[in-house]
């Protein structure tokens, strides 16, 4: 069975940083792509950035520069490396699996 358990999220001030992390098990991690989705409230799904099974990334335009993706194989664990946050980037943070399995979601908040 697929699982994925996201972690990290927290309230954080303008301009902070965070790491979110997603615990994968049940598949053969190093093999897939991975993604992280958020969801603000209110709004639609974004997605936010995708790491292959090679390591090669990809973000969602406006995050560039801000976030990056990466995985750690040996643990079957993704990350998200948030920076220079925005009150916009407030949403639940998901970790996915080929937009088929997904996280129950880490809810970050960027206030003051």
């Known amino acids: 069975e697929v699982q994925l358990v996201e972690s990290g999220g927290a309230l954080v001030q303008p301009g902070g940083s965070l790491r979110l992390s997603c615990a994968a098990s049940g598949f053969a991690f190093s093999g897939y792509a991975m993604s992280w989705v958020r969801q603000a409230p209110g709004k639609r799904p974004e997605w936010v950035s995708i790491i292959r099974g090679d390591g090669t990334t990809t973000y969602t335009e406006s995050l560039k520069g801000r976030f990056r993706i990466s995985r750690d194989n040996a643990k079957n664990t993704l990350y998200l490396q948030m920076s220079s946050l925005k009150p916009e980037d407030t949403a639940v943070y998901y970790c996915?699996?080929?937009?088929?399995?997904w996280g129950q979601g880490t809810p970050v908040t960027v206030s003051s």
């Open positions: 996915t699996q080929a937009l088929t399995h």
